[in-house]
């Protein structure tokens, strides 16, 4: 059984997220944590998350979940996470930056606002990754916008795309927010960049996990 447990209260951002691992043909329950944000923008909204996702954590791994996965790209929680579950905890952040690196030599990052460069930069740096980085990026898109505007928000998150494809030699960008699983379809086929999900990245990671 693998739980992938969203952070936030917004329950359609957690439909969303199942319903992808569903497209990849992998079985997931999805948790919503209404006792935190609407949604998770920067590092205020990160510690005010993390209490009540470790319940949720604790309540996953006493179900016996073969895989957990933390449904936000600051990867909010991780490391006390890992210390309480029987079993592996992966990050959307951190499962995006390792398929990153395995697709090509450099990405780049395009997120939601400029609160959350930082959180991720810092993140980036402390798995090892910096040297592989070419430029973590704000759109200037509230995560919950990307919801409400689906389109307009789109557009603003590709024309950002496009600009790290230019100026940041770069091979893939990763799509910094869960929020972004409906970029790819809207920015559609036959580009030379790669997009690379974090949602799509962990469920194909704990789908693997459970074969080990």
């Not at 400029?114 to 990026?137: C, E, M, W």
């Not at 699983?181 to 809207?186: E, K, R």
């Amino acid at each position: 059984m693998i739980v992938l447990i969203n952070p936030n209260s917004t329950e359609s951002m957690t439909t969303e997220m199942v319903a992808t691992a569903t497209e990849l043909g992998v079985s997931v329950e999805g948790w919503t944590s209404h006792g935190g944000p609407a949604a998770i923008q920067g590092p205020d909204d990160g510690k005010a998350c993390v209490p009540p996702l470790l319940k949720l954590v604790q309540k996953a791994s006493d179900s016996g979940a073969t895989a957990i996965i933390i449904g936000c790209f600051d990867d909010t929680g991780l490391g006390p996470a890992r210390e309480i579950a029987d079993c592996p905890v992966i990050g959307v952040g951190q499962a995006a930056y390792h398929m990153a690196i395995l697709a090509g030599r450099r990405f780049s990052v395009v997120t939601t606002l400029k609160v959350s460069v930082p959180v991720l930069t810092q993140n980036i740096q402390a798995y090892g990754f910096d040297r592989h980085l070419g430029r973590v990026r704000s759109s200037g898109v509230p995560v919950l916008a990307l919801e409400a505007d689906p389109v307009g928000a789109g557009a603003k998150v590709i024309a950002e795309i496009d600009r790290a494809a230019a100026e940041d030699a770069v091979d893939s960008v990763v799509l910094g927010c869960a929020g972004m699983v409906g970029i790819p379809d809207l920015y559609g086929k036959g580009r030379k960049i790669r997009l690379i999900d974090g949602v799509k990245s962990a469920v194909r990671i704990a789908a693997h996990l459970q074969t080990v």
